[in-house]
């Protein structure tokens, strides 16, 4: 799935041709193409589609006790929580799970965290509960100096140890740090969008949707080969054909030569591949009409027959699993920046986070993105700030959009107060600038 998600099939496609067909010579041609099967990601649009209106607007976080705020917005800037869990999202749309690794880098100076997809991470499970995580080991691609070349080494963690195995499993200290960690918890968070019952991953979920990619890849192979093989006309050669000059090019700017006698006649072959194109479409449509994505989206339908309600349902799914998500990264936060040199990117222990996702971003033009603030203001439900934090995504507290409401303010303020000592009407623009004060006058109440 990482794969596929990342664009980087051509190997798998090569290797799933062994099982699509029996015939040798047939899977060595259909190999040539494996690359330009892939030259539409699927897999890679829904799941974009589906996890990128969660963090289209950043959610608001808020710390308490209050103090905790200005700590908590000088870390997670320098973490980049909002990219960090946009990427978490969209990792648990493709792959059902993900684990992330916080950790203070001394050398950097900063708190570093890591999306780990499931093909990095081997999890111990708890022997009384086999879907709560006992130990954690993940992939960590390690120089190493006596073979002269990077190798995986493999890094443990659980409640009270950390140490490396190398790529024969032996027991390794990590250099410059101590076994025994003396973290009330290992860093490392397990995050879910389903739970399966009685096992640790869920590998099954979403299949559907990675089939229905590769049955595009296979059509499409099919259809290019189609081209190839039967896209043209076939020249047919009747006649003295010992002394044709061999190996012409068949180009429509290069005569072809033939002897005196010799005649030339064009057998038709050409094939389209609209069969494979109209079928490929119909599993395309299908595939992310069970994602909740509309036609439309797609761009196989016209925008006005578009219906956002079963992403919008999708997005309502993924949001009830990234609020304990965005819960769970802040206790490892609480608990590394500790670690911190800076004392002012310290979160005290009794710090506790509120996390409100914004609602549902409309496909609409900016006026009617206007008028539906409006009426939410007017109904109670928004308020200008949270206007001014849809707007700006920078602005991550209310005393930021507090304090760009009140520099609007003061900026209208004056535009007004000049428009009013150079009698300016609020009809006037840069080609109707108005008459000056005395001409104002002259006309009296007509003005």
Request: aromatic share 6%.
């Amino acid at each position: 799935r990482r794969l596929v998600y990342e664009n980087n099939v051509e190997n798998i496609v090569r290797r799933r041709l062994r099982d699509w067909f029996t015939n040798a010579t047939v899977i060595e041609r259909m190999r040539r193409f494996a690359f330009l099967g892939n030259s539409e990601g699927l897999f890679r649009r829904v799941v974009n589609e589906q996890a990128r209106p969660v963090y289209a607007r950043p959610p608001t976080r808020t710390v308490t006790p209050a103090g905790e705020q200005g700590r908590y917005h000088a870390l997670a800037t320098e973490i980049g929580t909002n990219q960090v869990m946009d990427s978490l999202c969209h990792q648990l749309v493709a792959h059902n799970d993900a684990v992330t690794y916080t950790r203070y880098v001394p050398r950097l100076r900063r708190v570093v965290k890591d999306v780990l997809t499931p093909d990095m991470v081997t999890i111990v499970p708890d022997p009384d509960d086999a879907t709560l995580p006992m130990a954690f080991i993940y992939d960590r691609k390690t120089y190493n100096p006596r073979t002269n070349r990077e190798e995986c080494w493999k890094v443990y963690w659980d409640d009270e140890e950390r140490f490396l195995l190398d790529p024969q499993l032996n027991r390794m200290p990590i250099p410059r740090l101590e076994t025994l960690h003396r973290m009330r918890r290992m860093p490392l968070n397990l995050h879910r969008r389903w739970r399966p019952s009685g096992r640790m991953w869920n590998r099954t979920e979403g299949q559907s949707l990675l089939a229905a990619h590769f049955v595009g890849v296979l059509l499409r192979i099919l259809g290019v080969r189609l081209l190839k093989a039967q896209g043209f006309n076939v020249p047919i050669v009747a006649g003295d054909i010992m002394n044709l000059p061999k190996d012409q090019p068949l180009d429509e700017e290069q005569p072809f030569l033939v002897p005196e006698g010799t005649q030339v006649t064009l057998m038709s072959l050409k094939t389209d591949a609209e069969h494979y194109r109209g079928y490929s479409g119909g599993v395309r449509g299908d595939a992310a009409a069970d994602a909740g994505i509309s036609r439309a989206r797609l761009g196989q339908e016209q925008a006005q027959n578009s219906s956002d309600t079963g992403l919008q349902e999708e997005r309502g799914d993924i949001v009830k699993v990234m609020e304990p998500a965005e819960i769970a990264e802040f206790d490892v936060d609480k608990m590394v920046s500790q670690e911190h040199d800076d004392e002012e990117k310290r979160l005290s222990d009794d710090a506790e986070i509120r996390v409100s996702f914004p609602g549902w971003q409309h496909r609409v033009d900016p006026k009617a993105e206007l008028d539906i603030w409006e009426e939410k203001r007017r109904q109670g439900v928004a308020n200008v700030l949270e206007q001014i934090r849809s707007e700006r995504p920078d602005v991550q507290t209310d005393e930021e959009a507090l304090a760009i409401l009140e520099k609007n303010e003061e900026i209208e303020a004056e535009a007004a107060r000049r428009r009013q000592l150079h009698n300016v009407g609020e009809w006037a623009d840069a080609h109707r600038p108005g008459q000056p004060a005395e001409e104002n006058g002259r006309m009296g109440p007509e003005v």
